[in-house]
């Protein structure tokens, strides 16, 4: 067989209803045994009682002495029951022994009844043994019985019969029994082993490449079940970085190679003295290779917030201060596409304790996305408040909004809402990943509320105690 989950599920269940089995039948076994054993010598002691009555019954007062036809009648009945009576009166006028007229029928009894015990218990130690018990009328010692069986306690036919019944009885049972656990076991590893195959099918298919894979099959099993939503959010998020990836190097490759191109048709056209090489030309080279190296600076600042290699620099900063500055750096883009730009302050003088330029960076990634995306007479607030815990920032406005299936990827690496438009407004849609890598430094959190049409509302908060 092989080494499979199925297999192993089946020999446990096996092996477990085995041992099971095994221990209820040496139990019961040992119960049957006492029982009888008990039986056994209570119907021993009770036949003798019924033996004493039996020949009390027969007593002659006048000759005091016992029947001697009615002592032959219970000496035969005792002898079918295993005993072997013999009677003596207490004057001597009788003394009756079965054994005397019936030798040959005593010895066989014996031997049949030594059979029957050795037959169930092998080790059993039986011997002859015999009870004297006193003959009465009324009330008098009239004579003694002595009564012989092979003892301590025996087994009648009946009784090894009905043992030997019960025995094969419970064989049979455990045989049933082992029929049912194979079958239930088969049928059960079956149900458990067969979403895990479908898991590992899945797993495989994703490690050659293929996330589109996904488990549709559905199980009640709280484990399993988790274990399926596990796979399936794997793959869609193997698939959602593989796209990412894709995207990534068509982005990097589109926004390099137009400086790149520009730099060398410019080039090539003074070279060809096609252009003259004026002042104004090599100022727009510089423009150009300004641009390549903000693409190549947001890239490495990215990556040293992703490997956490940026150390930050907290300090007590005031928030007036702060926002003022922040007016100051958009009020020219503001003024020039005539949006609105105000800030809601919960408290002026509030202290905030962060690291001071890096949250800037974010509130100006956010404000100049808001700028972008809103339309001419838009507004652009800032608003900032605190309570016991965190900080509060958020930057809303009244521009075109986002869709919603955007949004649980709008923080991610080179994610744009949309291509067309984010070609039109610039940008590689790194900006958000970097603002949320910041907050995430600082222990913080963002989130994002939008409506298509109504505009925005970018927040995030930061701890007051962190570290």
Same mark, same amino acid.
């Given at each position: 067989?092989?080494?499979?989950?199925?297999?192993?599920?089946?020999?446990?269940?096996?092996?477990?209803?085995?041992?099971?089995?095994?221990?209820?039948?040496?139990?019961?076994?040992?119960?049957?045994?006492?029982?009888?054993?008990?039986?056994?010598?209570?119907?021993?002691?009770?036949?003798?009682?019924?033996?004493?009555?039996?020949?009390?019954?027969?007593?002659?007062?006048?000759?005091?002495?016992?029947?001697?036809?009615?002592?032959?009648?219970?000496?035969?009945?005792?002898?079918?029951?295993?005993?072997?009576?013999?009677?003596?009166?207490?004057?001597?006028?009788?003394?009756?022994?079965?054994?005397?007229?019936?030798?040959?029928?005593?010895?066989?009894?014996?031997?049949?009844?030594?059979?029957?015990?050795?037959?169930?218990?092998?080790?059993?130690?039986?011997?002859?043994?015999? &009870?004297?018990?006193? @003959?009465?009328?009324?009330?008098? %010692?009239?004579?003694? $019985?002595?009564?012989?069986?092979? +003892?301590? !306690?025996?087994?009648?036919?009946?009784?090894?019969?009905?043992?030997? &019944?019960?025995?094969? @009885?419970?064989?049979?049972?455990? %045989?049933?029994?082992? $029929?049912?656990?194979?079958?239930? +076991?088969? !049928?059960?590893?079956?149900?458990?082993?067969?979403?895990?195959?479908?898991?590992?099918?899945?797993?495989?298919?994703?490690?050659?490449?293929?996330?589109?894979?996904?488990?549709?099959?559905?199980?009640?099993?709280?484990?399993?079940?988790?274990?399926?939503?596990?796979?399936?959010?794997?793959?869609?998020?193997?698939?959602?970085?593989?796209?990412?990836?894709?995207?990534?190097?068509?982005?990097?490759?589109?926004?390099?190679?137009?400086?790149?191109?520009?730099?060398?048709?410019?080039?090539?056209?003074?070279?060809?003295?096609?252009?003259?090489?004026?002042?104004?030309?090599?100022?727009?080279?510089?423009?150009?290779?300004?641009?390549?190296?903000?693409?190549?600076?947001?890239?490495?600042?990215?990556?040293?917030?992703?490997?956490?290699?940026?150390v930050l620099d907290k300090s007590n900063?005031?928030?007036?201060?702060?926002?003022?500055s922040i007016l100051s750096s958009f009020?020219?883009?503001?003024?020039?596409?005539?949006?609105?730009?105000?800030?809601?302050?919960?408290?002026?003088?509030?202290?905030?304790?962060?690291?001071?330029?890096?949250i800037k960076q974010c509130i100006i990634?956010?404000?100049?996305?808001?700028?972008?995306?809103?339309?001419?007479?838009?507004?652009?607030?800032?608003?900032?408040?605190?309570?016991?815990?965190?900080?509060?920032?958020?930057?809303?406005?009244?521009?075109?909004?986002?869709?919603?299936?955007?949004?649980?990827?709008?923080?991610?690496?080179?994610?744009?809402?949309?291509?067309?438009?984010?070609?039109?407004?610039?940008?590689?849609?790194?900006?958000?990943?970097?603002?949320?890598?910041?907050?995430?430094?600082?222990?913080?959190?963002?989130?994002?509320?939008?409506?298509?049409?109504?505009?925005?509302?970018?927040?995030?908060?930061?701890?007051?105690?962190?570290?």
């Amino acid at each position: 067989m092989k080494n499979t989950l199925k297999s192993k599920a089946v020999l446990s269940f096996a092996v477990l209803l085995i041992l099971s089995s095994f221990s209820f039948a040496v139990v019961f076994n040992w119960g049957l045994d006492q029982l009888f054993q008990n039986y056994a010598t209570l119907q021993q002691e009770r036949r003798m009682q019924q033996i004493v009555t039996q020949i009390n019954n027969l007593y002659i007062p006048d000759s005091n002495s016992f029947s001697t036809d009615g002592l032959e009648a219970v000496g035969n009945a005792a002898l079918q029951n295993g005993m072997i009576l013999h009677v003596q009166s207490i004057n001597d006028e009788v003394d009756w022994d079965i054994s005397s007229h019936r030798a040959k029928e005593c010895q066989l009894m014996l031997q049949h009844r030594e059979r029957n015990m050795h037959s169930r218990y092998p080790n059993f130690e039986g011997s002859y043994q015999q &009870s004297v018990l006193d @003959l009465t009328y009324q009330g008098q %010692v009239v004579g003694t $019985l002595t009564l012989g069986y092979y +003892g301590p !306690y025996t087994f009648d036919d009946i009784e090894l019969q009905l043992i030997n &019944s019960l025995n094969r @009885l419970l064989i049979g049972i455990g %045989v049933i029994l082992l $029929l049912i656990a194979a079958i239930f +076991g088969s !049928y059960l590893a079956m149900h458990l082993t067969r979403p895990i195959h479908h898991v590992v099918n899945a797993a495989q298919k994703i490690a050659r490449g293929d996330y589109q894979v996904k488990i549709q099959e559905h199980y009640k099993t709280k484990e399993i079940s988790e274990l399926i939503t596990a796979i399936n959010e794997m793959a869609e998020q193997l698939r959602t970085k593989e796209l990412q990836k894709q995207r990534l190097t068509a982005d990097v490759a589109h926004e390099l190679r137009t400086p790149l191109c520009n730099l060398q048709s410019h080039m090539e056209a003074v070279i060809d003295e096609v252009w003259e090489p004026t002042p104004e030309l090599f100022r727009g080279c510089c423009d150009e290779i300004q641009r390549l190296t903000n693409i190549v600076n947001q890239l490495k600042e990215l990556t040293e917030y992703e490997d956490h290699r940026v150390v930050l620099d907290k300090s007590n900063f005031q928030v007036s201060s702060f926002f003022d500055s922040i007016l100051s750096s958009f009020a020219f883009s503001a003024k020039e596409k005539n949006v609105r730009l105000i800030v809601d302050c919960q408290n002026f003088k509030s202290i905030c304790l962060a690291d001071e330029q890096r949250i800037k960076q974010c509130i100006i990634n956010l404000v100049s996305n808001a700028i972008k995306y809103t339309e001419n007479g838009g507004t652009v607030k800032m608003t900032f408040k605190e309570d016991a815990d965190f900080y509060y920032f958020d930057v809303s406005d009244t521009g075109i909004g986002i869709p919603p299936q955007d949004i649980p990827q709008l923080f991610e690496r080179f994610y744009r809402v949309d291509e067309s438009r984010a070609r039109k407004t610039g940008g590689m849609g790194i900006g958000l990943s970097i603002t949320k890598a910041i907050i995430e430094m600082h222990g913080g959190a963002i989130w994002v509320n939008s409506v298509v049409g109504q505009g925005s509302v970018f927040s995030f908060k930061l701890p007051k105690n962190s570290i």
